[in-house]
């Protein structure tokens, strides 16, 4: 089964920067896509960005477009959400998730990681 490790949450300020990072075992990127979700207290989790398992192609909801970057490196199964200019709406737990690419696009995709907060101050 899939394992997904989430790390890089914290606390920053608005207008500042964060890197997350979600590291996979057995896993493939050939075979499963891989992306961030996030919730935020009192909403609906969202999708904020995804990578396709079949052409690398990458997604990005309209919230983040411009400020947040999906990345990875195949070479140690690892995914990065470079988020710059953070806003204080930002503010939620991150989730790391994988699983066949609409799975992904839909929202129901079946491996998750632990979560990791981030909080952006105004």
């Known amino acids: 089964e899939v394992q997904l490790v989430e790390s890089g949450g914290g606390l920053v300020q608005a207008g500042g920067s964060l890197r997350l990072s979600c590291t996979a075992s057995r896993f493939t990127f050939d075979d499963y896509a891989i992306g961030w979700f996030r919730q935020a207290p009192g909403k609906e989790r969202e999708g904020v960005s995804y990578?396709?398992?079949?052409?690398?192609?990458?997604y990005y909801a309209d919230s983040v477009k411009g400020r947040f970057t999906i990345s990875s490196d195949n070479a140690k199964n690892t995914v990065y959400l470079q988020m710059n200019s953070l806003k204080p709406e930002d503010t939620a737990v991150y989730y790391c998730?994988?699983?066949?690419?609409?799975?992904?696009?839909?929202?129901?995709?079946?491996?998750w990681g632990q979560g990791t907060q981030v909080t952006v101050s105004s």
């Open positions: 998730a994988a699983d066949k690419d609409y799975r992904l696009w839909v929202g129901i995709p079946h491996y």
């Open positions: 990578i396709s398992s079949s052409d690398g192609s990458t």
